[in-house]
């Protein structure tokens, strides 16, 4: 048997570690918001023959009064163009400037969608966040004398933050030296994530509350959490494991849209299961050491 | 919801078999009708084969055949979001001249034949929180959401969609308004407001038809234009008040014509004459009958896929999906054995009442979506390791086989309910406050949990107590998986 509570100390470090550099690299380097949150427009077109130098396509664009292109290489013989916000003749403006360029598909998005997406993305997330807390506190309402079915629902917010920050931090690592956007996809991914580490999470807790209910003679806490701790490990390896065995398949040889969203929730479900077996059993013992009564 | 605590008539080993191969039946039958060209394949085949024509007539044709629906960035098309400007329309009108729009463009846009095109009036719920409203705000939340799919010439058909003119009428301004506003002009050096014309309440909302006709002493072409009921009414109120002076008509913000009133019309009639060469005053009258917009719309937010990028994205999504399930299926038999197989086969079955359920709906299949579904497959599983863990628990607590499954499956219940809830709530979140992309990834996730439960208690336990024998009683090893703790 594993001794999780008793090393519990460490875990918590170890994640309180990860979650301050996350922290810190959102602080220091933000994110990269697609256009979905920003506006602007996206253009990815395949050149026929040899893909032109990215001097050259400026230029050729110049006189458009695109602003500022960003242009990125994408296979072997297109290039991504990001640009500001235009209308369809400009568009059109584009295309016939470049002749031997196919278009593969285009995106112009306005100022306020994007403002709006971005204020219904934040709602969400504190939305579905609510949702959990009030559910796991009315699923685990009737759990034990020793610990109040709150402390549960909040322990698992924790580990929840704990899922959500990590991942959004590599984002913005990623987002400032590879200068990969975070979109709404982006967003959903978050979102699940938040789903699926609850799952988890509550698959301890259950354990927890039944092993308390068949208690014959009394115990620590902190030991029968342990035990809980032990019991669900392999479930939670296991589980875990077979999604990554398939998203790792949607990375790898999926399309190019998903990639990223894939990894989003890649990273999500591997925090999501450490920070079930490694933090929130610790967090409740801990919680349950400090309001004892001595 | 079952609550096998208490179920104390249990399933027998006979019955159970009786079901797994109804469900065996069952998902051949589905897994026909999820890729039904296999189907045609094989009785293409067995008709060339046994030189008997009949198998040819067997085969699936048409509405029968039930295709996908594929979302806009796998068949390729464009989603475009516009913008109705509504400040020349009083509140209560808001919905019906968003719906006069609708029609419009929607009678538009089903020129270009394009199958099942999506025209949407959507009221944007913008959340400003804590900040002020911009201006403009007012009046201009109404949207229009089109979504062409499979189009062909995405841009001609934004050009045909923008090109739908916009009519008005206009009357003459007062004269003290008129050098107001010459005034402001020359102060501001700004063109704001047209000094000469006010904007009435006629438009082309009020227009029922367009006709091309030619003056018979002159052989002018002229437009003549028949208002509806209301438009007739407003019409003769503003003759009536504007008599011996001009009454402007617009169209698309470009005066076409500004005859003089000559006296109060009633029957709701007016004819335009001007420098119309024959062939824009066809055009003119053939714009306006295909629909005068009532409102302005302006295009806001576009996205538009090539349908060749969009066939690539499919066939890695499938070949992903295909490879992860292959590399679960590996995992589970390797782990769990027996029980690993009976698991595979109950996410088959599962995968091909999903697939129906997809087709029959019909949910809209997007790349994100196909990526909720291959993600659920991955979650079906945890059901099936959720009641695996616990047999074996049980298992090695003693019992005997089938009290080990009835126990496991009780005990894994409530923790594959509870947990499972909580990712249906987000689903539900994301669909609520979703776009179309998203929506259709918490529609296939959403879907995919609630058929995972179901067939996780229900098949593979069917399979499961199916295998009872008194013979397995002593190859239990095969129940416990192959590394021991």
Redesign the interface.
Known sequence: MLNITGHKYIFLTISGVLVLASFSAIAIWGFKPGIDFTGGSLLEVEFKEQRPEVSEIRKTLKDLDLGNIIIQPTGEKGEILRFKHIDENTHQGILKALPGASEKRFDTIGPTIGKELRQRSVLALVLASLAIVLYIAFAFRKISKLVSSWKYGITAIIALLHDVLIPTGVFSALGHFRGVEVDTLFITALLTILGFSVHDTIVVFDRIRENLRKLKIPEPYEVTVNRSVNDTIARSINTSLTVLLVLLAVMILGGETTKYFVLALILGIIFGTYSSIFVASPLLVIWNNLTKRV | MINLHEQKKSLRPQTARLWAAVFLLLGVLLGTFDAPQYWNFLMDKASVRSGVPIFSYLKFRGPILFPYRLGL?IQGGAHL?Y?ADLSNVSTPDYADSMDAVRDVIERRVNLFGVSEPVVQVEK??????GEAR?EGAAGSDWRLIVELAGVKDI?AA??LI?DTPYLEFKEERLEQERNEILEEQKKTGEFREDPYFMPTPLTGRHLKRANLDFDQTTFQPQISLELTEEGAKIFAELTKKNVGKQLAIYLDGAPISAPVVREEITEGRAQITGNFTPQSAKEFVGRLNAGALPVPIR????????P??GQ???L??L???I???L??AI??IF?YRLPGILAVLALLFYITIVLAIFKLIPVTLT??GI?GF??S???A??AN??IF?RLK?ELRAGKILSEAIQEGFG?AW??IR??????????A??YW???S??QG??LT?GIGILVSMFSAISVTRTLLIAMLARRFEKTRFLFINGIS?
């Open positions: 960035d979001v913008q944007s719920h913008p959340v400003f929180l911009p841009s934004i050009r923008g295009l806001i937010a576009q996205q538009t896929v090539q060749s990028l690539e994205s499919l890695r999504s070949n992903a999906g490879i992860g399930f590399a679960v995992f589970m782990w790349a994100a990526a291959i993600l497959v991955g979650m599983v945890d390791v959720l863990e628990e005990r409530t923790s509870d947990s499972n809830a909580s990712s249906l709530i987000t689903s979140i994301l406050l979703g776009t992309v998203v990834f918490a996730l703790r």
